[in-house]
């Protein structure tokens, strides 16, 4: 069974800061990776995917993260927060051998807040 | 384009009534997927459609859900006898094809059970 944990319900940080979001993965096969933002009363929007290729992937919005399959995380990361990237943000794994069922396991969440 | 919508987008019922909640897909895509999200929780896998076909049901939590999808497109998510802990929102998403790994959610429906 897959799973994913992120580390900190909520997170603040200020207009600016780096903004930094983790998520670590439990897989017993090699996973694709997603991060999804959800902003108030509306549906999930996918940022990132890692499916193998390069272990940076940068996203939307100016967010990137990083496999590392030693230390199964898959880390958020954006330079400099913008009052704009306050939502709530999901971390998701996908069991690649489930061919043609692409269903995602997500974690709890967590919500980022921008302080002016 | 249009995205994926759904209707209602809240849907307020009393225990043990039955209702039906609708999800309109992205045109030509052929996977669907209902997950319901709980408050303060991730979304949760209930059913994947590929095609007119539920391929995997696994995440349904009980017989009192069920989901059809019958021409291909729409599908609906039938829930009887609502229980207080159904009350949750549920999301729709879309994909073009398998392979893609990139499914487009809807706003979700909000269902309060009383």
């Known amino acids: 069974a897959q799973s994913v944990t992120q580390l900190g319900s909520h997170v603040s940080v200020s207009e600016g800061a780096l903004v930094l979001l983790r998520c670590n993965y439990s897989s017993s096969v090699p996973p694709y990776l997603f991060w999804y933002v959800q902003y108030p009363n509306q549906g999930l929007q996918l940022l990132l995917k890692?499916?193998?290729?390069?272990?940076l992937v940068k996203g939307i919005n100016g967010f990137e993260a990083e496999f590392k399959k030693s230390e199964t995380s898959f880390h958020l990361t954006k330079p400099s927060a913008h009052m704009s990237d306050a939502a709530e943000y999901f971390c998701?794994?996908?069991?690649?051998?489930?061919?043609?069922?692409?269903?995602?396991?997500f974690g709890t969440g967590t919500r980022l807040t921008i302080i002016p | 384009g249009a995205g994926v919508s759904q209707t209602p987008s809240n849907k307020v019922t009393e225990k043990g009534k039955y209702v039906e909640l609708r999800c309109d897909p992205i045109s030509g895509h052929t996977a669907l997927y209902w997950y319901r999200q709980s408050l303060g929780q991730g979304p949760e896998f209930l059913i994947y459609f590929q095609g007119t076909g539920a391929a995997d049901d696994s995440g349904l939590p009980n017989d009192r859900f069920f989901a059809v999808r019958p021409e291909g497109s729409v599908s609906t998510l039938k829930i009887q006898r609502t229980e207080r802990g159904d009350s949750a929102v549920y999301l729709c998403?879309?994909?073009?094809?398998?392979?893609?790994?990139?499914?487009?959610f809807g706003p979700g429906t909000r269902l309060t059970v009383t």
């Open positions: 998403a879309s994909s073009l094809t398998t392979g893609a790994y990139e499914q487009y």
């Open positions: 998701a794994v996908s069991d690649i051998s489930n061919f043609g069922n692409e269903k995602l396991t």
């Open positions: 890692y499916t193998s290729a390069a272990t």
